[in-house]
């Protein structure tokens, strides 16, 4: 969330490495709560629900991703 935060006041050609992070960070909160429900410390129910909520911050994140990338890049 701090990645986030810092990313959405920053000016477009300093957003992109925040937002790296974020992902970077939300794909490694993903991998631990694989980790969890493989070991059963979680159950099914909580790891979809949680599981989820994640993924769809995955795809806001990659979305955010690839429109900054495109804003940044040199116009051919």
Do not use: C, H
């Amino acid at each position: 969330m701090e990645a986030i935060s810092v990313a959405s006041f920053l000016q477009k050609e300093e957003k992109l490495p925040w937002i790296k992070v974020a992902v970077r960070k939300i794909d490694t909160a993903k991998l631990l709560l694989m980790v969890l429900w493989e070991t059963k410390s979680l159950d099914d129910k909580k790891y979809i629900l949680l599981s989820t909520q994640l993924e769809e911050v995955g795809k806001m994140l990659g979305g955010w991703n690839g429109q900054i990338s495109k804003q940044n890049s040199p116009a051919i």
